[in-house]
């Protein structure tokens, strides 16, 4: 699932410039930074929820925090820890910190405000164009004039024309997109003059030419910046400030701003990150974020502030003497807790099972959404949230701690939605040891020696028990290769005669290393419901020929993952034959057209991790013939343990059948909506265009909605309703029915992925709840945890540590001892959190105090940014 390398790399960060052309002046040659701020919103308040005799002590003194929404912390004891014993060393504390996957550049800006202010940033044509292009034309910059400003203005005036444009165009029927640009042409006499020397402004657009989509194109020409010479509407200023041969010239003529972050760090970072040839190594990108840490620390503006990571590692290393500290992470597990399946020889299949017709007929993908264009995100390269960096640090922290003592392990990864994918796990460390851990000695050597001298396809019928990469076993990308070869791919619009005889340079890159898992092929639809509905891959043939009912898909994915079943268990359950595999394909690199004919799928930055469901070669717990969570399950299943074991399978799987019986009713109404908003893309697709989609939330909560072609005209949503799992499940089983061969509409597909997503997501929180419980069972086993408390702190999206709180407080009689920050942040706000007194000295936790029970006053409720399932 493609998150950096298995999640979509992100393309444009939106980017404004501002092209001055002015005199020669020397005091124009270093300009200062433009400042123009939009009114902001007052700084958020933090609550802490606390007793009144701990209302009544000193004033908190130490410095507040900033990384997650809030911090959560629940008191109360599972397993039998307690036993009525008064001793309150006993008691187990639980500190939720819910975040919203934000930006580690965003959470490490100076005075905890997330969001940077905009304004003119100084920069050359070079700059801009060529240090991303000379090596590289392909990626190209092409330029579009948007707008002209009235002659005889100011360079101040005509910036705040500019940014004026730039906003009311915003707030129009259709909205800014992408770059922009200006250019300032001083009167011939006027130059040399003051820099208060008045000209014309011309506003333009700009973007990468393999940008420039259908939705960029409208009454004016766009121009490749390589080629300015038939562009007879652009200035010449502006022809000659492009020109790389002009621009030392006429250097001092011009002045040129970018409409930008003026947090330099922050916007020389985020432009490497998005129009860098290269990506920015973790190191660096660390190093970095450290740096900026070490600035919020010294208190050089205002007051200090501590980030999440180093409040952490300080409380665990002042109290390790009485405290025994867990962390959970929404991340990838790791590969040493991992086994990799192998069939037998005699099982091993020696040719493979290529894709259906349906399969290969699903269309190529479509341009993605303006709306839904993450391009101008840089944490969309997937390696720069905050949560990553939290995981490099601690995880590098971890390896060391395995590799020097015995000590238990302490931090724990829970998200198995790409497991597998090996440049899903940030950290180069970890990176580096898949291949360690998981294949033979035969295997690495297989992989090494690319040009063995043995033809792939033939050395896998000779060793089809041995593991190599997906490019080499995936049968369809063995036809693929045949194909090529024999000169019969057709070239996607051209002719008949057309041959495609070499691959995309994108193929022709290293493969990155997947391992395939079951988690991570069910769990990557999630990725193409929620963020790329635009990328055709397709479960519904998988439900329909290898699952067949909603009931025996409900079977199977419970011995799957949840009740302790055996993974040969739960494959016993599917239909898995020489007729039906050919569906257990979810995309093929072949594109199937009218007349038996093949195109090779350009699948650029959606290359599908998992591209069919792993019946021979899977990841497993390690040395076990179970998944990771059915593992848990199984491990938890003593007298003192299965009790609560047991309960979180059945307040998952109710949450399931809630969820199932009516998606868009039983959904999370703060951070979900991802359902509703895909079932109106594809059942409604008229309303799904016509429409504000930035918040999903909203979306399931409104009645009503306006358009936004016509802003007298409203939409009502509360007549569209989400059948139910086992209606849509009937759909996909009367598609096939039908014609087998044809590929599934994409109402089909949908709800396919709305089932697939509602087992999924609830997945990870129970994996969570089963996790902690192994932390406590371990902990109370243990002779050196003897006399310490335990503390286990989970860092995770909102979603789910509210999931974790729902099920502690209510099926376990956790209390609420704290509750710092808020769930619901506006992006301007000061989002600092002051966390009480007894988080910075955690043997107070244990302290006999009144708690604040679920009852107390709630927070607003909303949706913080990212704050979703994801």
């Not at 701020?37 to 007793?51: D, E, V």
């Not at 000193?58 to 009525?84: A, D, W």
Request: proline share 6%; aromatic share 8%.
């Amino acid at each position: 699932m493609p998150r950096s390398g298995c999640v979509p790399n992100g393309s444009i960060l939106s980017k404004l410039l501002l092209f001055t052309s002015l005199s020669s002046s020397s005091s124009l040659n270093h300009p200062q930074p433009q400042r123009f701020f939009r009114p902001t919103a007052a700084f958020g308040k933090t609550r802490t929820l606390s007793s009144p005799l701990r209302m009544m002590k000193t004033p908190n003194t130490n410095p507040p925090i900033v990384g997650p929404n809030y911090v959560q912390v629940l008191q109360g004891s599972i397993l039998g820890r307690n036993n009525g014993n008064s001793n309150t060393s006993n008691k187990i504390s639980l500190i939720l910190c819910g975040e919203s996957h934000e930006d580690a550049i965003d959470a490490t800006r100076r005075g905890g405000v997330f969001e940077g202010d905009e304004g003119w940033v100084s920069q050359t044509a070079a700059q801009m164009f060529f240090t991303t292009t000379r090596n590289h034309p392909s990626d190209a910059w092409c330029i579009q004039l948007w707008a002209t400003t009235p002659r005889h203005q100011t360079l101040e005036r005509v910036q705040e024309w500019a940014e004026d444009k730039i906003f009311e165009e915003d707030d129009e029927d259709d909205p800014v997109f992408g770059q922009i640009a200006l250019l300032f042409e001083v009167k011939e006499e006027a130059r040399g003059l003051a820099p208060s020397s008045r000209g014309t402004g011309y506003l333009m657009r700009i973007l990468p030419k393999k940008r420039v989509t259908k939705q960029h194109n409208n009454d004016k020409p766009w121009h490749d910046i390589r080629n300015l010479n038939d562009a007879a509407n652009l200035p010449t200023a502006v022809k000659e400030w492009i020109s790389p041969s002009q621009n030392d010239h006429n250097k001092n003529r011009y002045q040129s701003f970018e409409w930008g972050d003026l947090d330099q760090q922050a916007f020389e970072l985020n432009q490497q990150r998005l129009f860098g040839q290269d990506e920015i190594p973790t190191d660096e990108l660390d190093r970095i974020i450290r740096q900026r840490k070490a600035i919020l620390q010294s208190n050089i503006e205002g007051e200090p502030l501590w980030t999440f990571d180093d409040w952490l590692a300080h409380v665990r290393e002042q109290f390790s003497d009485q405290t025994e500290l867990h962390l959970i992470l929404e991340a990838s597990i790791p590969p040493w807790q991992l086994s990799l399946h192998r069939p037998s020889p005699s099982q091993a299949k020696t040719t493979a099972t290529t894709a259906a017709e349906c399969i290969r007929q699903v269309p190529p993908d479509e341009e993605p959404e303006e709306q839904d264009d993450d391009g101008e995100d840089p944490a969309s390269d997937g390696i720069g949230t905050y949560l990553d960096f939290v995981y490099r640090r601690f995880m590098e922290e971890q390896i060391l701690l395995d590799n020097s003592s015995s000590s238990p392990q302490w931090v724990h990864c829970v998200d198995g939605r790409d497991l597998g994918c090996a440049s899903a796990t940030h950290s180069p460390t970890v990176q580096k040891m898949w291949e360690k851990q998981l294949l033979t000695d035969e295997e690495r050597e297989r992989l090494l020696n690319k040009d063995g001298g043995v033809d792939d396809d033939e050395a896998m019928s000779a060793t089809p028990n041995v593991f190599v990469p997906d490019s080499k076993r995936n049968p369809e990308q063995s036809f693929l290769r045949q194909l090529q070869s024999e000169n019969k791919l057709v070239v996607p619009g051209g002719d008949e005669d057309d041959d495609a005889t070499e691959m995309d340079s994108d193929e022709e890159e290293e493969e990155e290393l997947t391992f395939p898992s079951f988690e991570g092929f069910f769990g990557q639809a999630t990725e193409y419901l929620y963020y790329s509905p635009h990328v055709h891959l397709s479960y519904a043939p998988f439900l329909a020929k290898c699952v067949g009912s909603m009931n025996r898909w409900h079977q199977f994915f419970t011995s799957l993952f949840f009740d302790g079943a055996t993974i040969s268990e739960a494959l016993q359950l599917l239909t898995l034959t020489e007729s039906t595999l050919p569906y257990a394909h979810v995309r093929s690199p072949l594109c199937m057209l009218p007349g038996g004919r093949y195109h090779a799928r350009s699948d650029g930055e959606h290359y599908i991790t998992y591209p069919y469901f792993p019946h021979e070669f899977y990841l497993t717990d390690k040395d076990s013939d179970r998944t990771i969570s059915s593992n848990l399950y199984h491990r938890l299943s003593s007298p003192e343990t299965n009790e609560l074991a047991k309960k979180a399978l059945e307040w998952t799987l109710k949450r399931i059948k809630q969820c199932c019986a009516d998606p868009k009713q039983a959904d999370d109404e703060e951070c979900g909506g991802e359902w509703f908003e895909a079932y109106l893309r594809a059942f409604h697709r008229d309303i799904y265009n016509d429409i504000d989609r930035s918040d999903s939330a909203q979306l399931l909560q409104r009645a009503t909605v306006k358009s936004i072609s016509n802003r007298k005209k409203k939409y009502n949503l509360d007549q569209i309703s989400i059948p139910s799992m086992a209606d849509g499940f009937d759909t996909i089983l009367k598609h096939f029915e039908n014609d087998e061969h044809v590929p599934p509409t994409p109402q089909v597909e949908t709800m396919a992925k709305i089932l697939l997503d509602i087992y999924v997501s609830n997945l990870l929180d129970y994996v969570t709840i089963l996790q902690i419980a192994h932390i406590v069972a371990s902990h109370a086993k243990s002779t050196m945890a003897e006399n310490k408390h335990l503390v286990i702190c989970c860092y995770m999206g909102s979603a789910h540590t509210r999931a974790v709180a729902n099920f502690f407080q209510y099926q376990c009689n956790f209390k609420q001892r704290s509750f710092s920050g808020k769930t619901d942040w506006d992006d301007d706000e000061k989002r600092t959190i002051q966390l009480p007194g007894d988080l910075w000295n955690l043997p107070q936790l244990v302290a006999e105090q009144s708690v604040v029970s679920r009852n107390g006053r709630r927070q607003r409720r909303g949706r913080g940014k990212g704050g979703g399932r994801r």
